[in-house]
């Protein structure tokens, strides 16, 4: 009986399934509140075409499509960078006024049809974008003031991952130039099939979690703060105290450091300073604490599941609500009402009180 030949799937088209299913998700999730997630979306839609391409271009050697390759290849970071800058800004201008962001991949793919040399275009762009990437993280996980709270730390290392994807996609293309000159492309399609489809993998999941913002903080990455706090900075931390336990802001699930400054008439930038300083963690740590000290108030006060506690304290994803109560408690929030209430109980009968913040 003979053989049938197996049919070749490029690895580069494995990742583009995974990547469109990944896009499903985010479709059926619907709006994320305050973050546009259509610039997610297009930024993975990218992402996913390009995989394609590559398949097709070093999987089958479909060598037409060399153009729109690069055209679109392009195009990510700058799609990137649009992504991110929202998370950056309360206002960030709209995709319609954002068309000069396309202009390079336009010359790119002019100059490609031209048969003109774009390797160097090519190669700055990506470096560009990437740096303008780390120049927004320079101020830490502060510096996105639209995104969520609780996920703002997972957004910003989203936000390095992507910018350092970037530069080592302008340094990768550095090596295929080396490549094609000194060994006559013997190894491009090993680097181009390798190396960017790890890093459009690594990317989709950066940009979906980016637009979520809704998984764990896990411990702060901060920039280093000025040693010495001013007295500024003491009247703005004692201020944003006053609102958080009389107006209880942190019970709102989409809040943010933009809306924080807001309500103080103050520039972000200066609220996360103060925090900062006065604090010595960061705003969306600073939130989370109240969330959590809430929520151990409430699990202690009544029998409320412990999902609707979550939601209660301002939390939307109960995987960071569990690990945010178990980096702040030390236990899980059904552990803690157990031994806590054994405590109640052993208390009542010796006539001790028993209080919440000594278990923090």
């Known amino acids: 009986m003979p053989v049938r030949p197996m049919i070749y799937i490029p690895l580069p088209f494995v990742v583009a399934l995974l990547l469109a299913i990944l896009l499903i998700r985010m479709v059926r999730q619907g709006d994320a509140g305050p973050v546009d997630r259509r610039r997610f979306l297009l930024?993975?839609?990218?992402?996913?075409?390009q995989s394609v391409l590559i398949g097709l271009r070093w999987g089958y050697g479909v060598t037409e499509l060399v153009v729109l390759q690069a055209t679109s290849a392009?195009?990510?970071?700058?799609?990137?960078?649009?992504?991110?800058?929202?998370?950056?800004?309360e206002n960030a201008p709209t995709l319609a006024r954002s068309w000069p962001?396309?202009?390079?991949?336009?010359?790119?793919g002019a100059f490609m049809a031209l048969r003109e040399p774009v390797d160097l275009a090519i190669i700055l762009t990506f470096l560009g974008y990437g740096g303008a990437l780390l120049w927004i993280a320079r101020h830490g996980p502060d510096a996105l003031v639209a995104s969520r709270l609780d996920g703002a730390l997972l957004s910003y290392r989203s936000l390095l991952i992507t910018a350092l994807a970037?530069?080592?996609?302008?340094?990768?293309d550095v090596v295929i130039s080396f490549d094609?000159?000194?060994?006559?492309?013997?190894?491009?399609?090993?680097?181009?099939?390798?190396?960017?489809?790890?890093?459009?993998?690594?990317?989709g999941g950066a940009a979906a979690i980016a637009?979520?913002?809704?998984?764990?903080?896990g411990a702060a990455l901060e920039a280093a703060p000025p040693p010495q706090p001013t007295d500024e900075d003491g009247a703005v931390a004692a201020t944003l105290d006053g609102l958080m336990q009389s107006r209880q802001l942190y019970r709102d699930p989409e809040l943010n450091l933009g809306r924080i400054a807001r309500k103080m008439n103050l520039p972000a930038?200066?609220?996360?300073?103060a925090v900062n300083r006065i604090k010595g963690m960061s705003v969306s740590q600073y939130v989370n604490d109240f969330r959590i000290r809430a929520a151990c108030e409430q699990l202690l006060a009544t029998p409320d599941p412990v999902t609707q506690v979550m939601f209660d304290s301002g939390f939307i994803s109960k995987s960071n609500f569990n690990r945010e109560f178990s980096r702040l408690t030390g236990t899980s929030p059904t552990e803690f009402r157990k031994s806590n209430a054994r405590l109640e109980n052993v208390s009542t009968m010796d006539g001790k009180a028993f209080s919440v913040t000594a278990t923090m």
């Open 43 to 49: 930024l993975i839609a990218g992402y996913t075409l």
């Open 74 to 89: 392009t195009l990510i970071p700058a799609l990137a960078w649009l992504a991110f800058q929202q998370l950056s800004r």
């Open 101 to 108: 962001h396309l202009l390079p991949a336009v010359l790119v």
């Open 166 to 172: 970037l530069i080592l996609s302008g340094l990768s």
């Open 180 to 203: 094609a000159l000194r060994y006559g492309g013997v190894h491009v399609g090993a680097i181009v099939a390798v190396g960017n489809v790890i890093a459009l993998l690594v990317l």
């Open 211 to 217: 637009s979520g913002s809704q998984l764990s903080e």
């Open 269 to 273: 930038r200066r609220v996360s300073i």
